[in-house]
């Protein structure tokens, strides 16, 4: 979920009317966690320091990195993943506080979000350097082995221990969630309490855009060629996060073979919903849970959206139809948040 292939963007309509009356508009970007971030803040005293601002978002990115990055080999995750013995180790606040919320979404997912999913990842070919091919039984099998969040970790509240010595975590899918929420927390510390931050297309919106409303977000619609705008919402004091199954797969003897794949099966996911949009009360839970719910899929996924009360908006191929044309459907949390 590279960051551009694991979520349909998200894009952003911040700029629809002129800034309140003595405000000024604030407008950061640059590139982190292998993708990039865009920040919009309104300033109504424009006291804040442009330059101060910056640096306290780039020191806020800088420290998710240097604790979950697993393209640093010396960040707190890779030293874990490249630890071989059984002993816990010792991890920071921060990362504990974001291992504790992927078990728990994992819990309450039926196992759907996994942190630890890098074997079967790999074996089907959408890691790094994989050639996409179609696994056999006996190779998922042997991958299930060696991932699956309960079977190979143990999270405790300040440290993080393996359960087998070649277990792995990867954090994409939570990670830049984590650190829209970190900016957003910055940029408090200077009085900024009217912003929007978006990394890879997970965002947290605070307060009022710059024309004085929730800050307006298109979902983009989930058809890789023609794109488009499927829906707006407005945001302010969530965070928003949408995953999509239709930039990322591969096609063999008729088959799609898309890059998310069930932790309970083994392999891509089957069903007719393209996309998972999800409003929580931060950016790093609605990572989560786009991610978990689009493997989940429309019918289950409402299923558990309504036993733990999840503001989601499914979007389903037609297959009733020639062209292509989807259907929507959103869990009550949605239609309560959006009306």
């Known amino acids: 979920m590279t960051a551009l292939s694991r979520r349909s963007f998200i894009l952003m309509s911040v700029a629809l009317a002129a800034c309140k009356p003595g405000a000024k508009t604030l407008d950061f970007s640059g590139l982190t966690m292998g993708t990039s971030y865009n920040v919009v803040a309104v300033d109504p005293t424009r006291k804040v320091n442009e330059a101060e601002a910056k640096a306290q978002i780039e020191s806020a990115l800088a420290l998710v990195n240097k604790q979950m990055s697993n393209w640093d080999s010396t960040s707190e995750i890779s030293r874990f993943n490249a630890k071989t013995d059984l002993g816990s180790m ?149 965070g928003l996060a949408s995953s999509g199954d239709y930039r990322n797969y591969f096609e063999q003897d008729g088959e799609r073979f898309s890059h998310l794949i069930d ?32 493997i989940l899929g429309r019918e289950k996924g409402l299923e558990i959206a309504k036993a733990h009360d999840l503001a989601v908006l499914f979007v389903e191929r037609d297959p009733s139809s020639t062209e292509l044309r989807f259907k929507t459907e959103a869990s009550d949390s949605f239609k309560a948040l959006t009306a």
Do not use: C
């Not at 890789?224 to 969530?238: E, I, N, P, Q, R």
């Not at 099966?265 to 786009?290: C, F, Q, Y």
């Open 90 to 238: 010792g991890i920071s606040a921060d990362l504990a506080k974001v291992m504790r919320a992927a078990e728990d979404v994992h819990v309450a997912s039926e196992g759907r979000f996994d942190t630890t999913m890098g074997p079967l990842i790999e074996l089907w070919g959408f890691g790094a350097n994989g050639a996409k091919h179609m696994a056999s039984d006996a190779e998922i099998a042997a991958a299930q082995a060696r991932s699956g969040h309960g079977a190979t970790l143990n999270v405790g509240a300040n440290t993080l221990q393996k359960r087998r010595s070649d277990a792995q975590v990867y954090l994409s899918a939570i990670g830049k969630g984590y650190g829209a929420d970190q900016v957003g927390r910055a940029l408090e510390s200077l009085g900024i309490t009217d912003y929007m931050v978006e990394i890879g297309g997970d965002l947290y919106a605070s307060g009022m855009n710059p024309a004085g409303t929730p800050w307006q977000i298109g979902i983009e619609k989930p058809a890789a060629l023609s794109g488009g705008v499927l829906d707006v919402v407005g945001v302010s004091g969530y």
């Open 263 to 294: 932790p309970v099966t083994g392999r891509p996911i089957t069903h007719k919903t393209a996309s998972a949009t999800v409003l929580a009360e931060n950016a790093m839970l609605a990572d989560a849970w786009a991610t978990a719910m689009l």
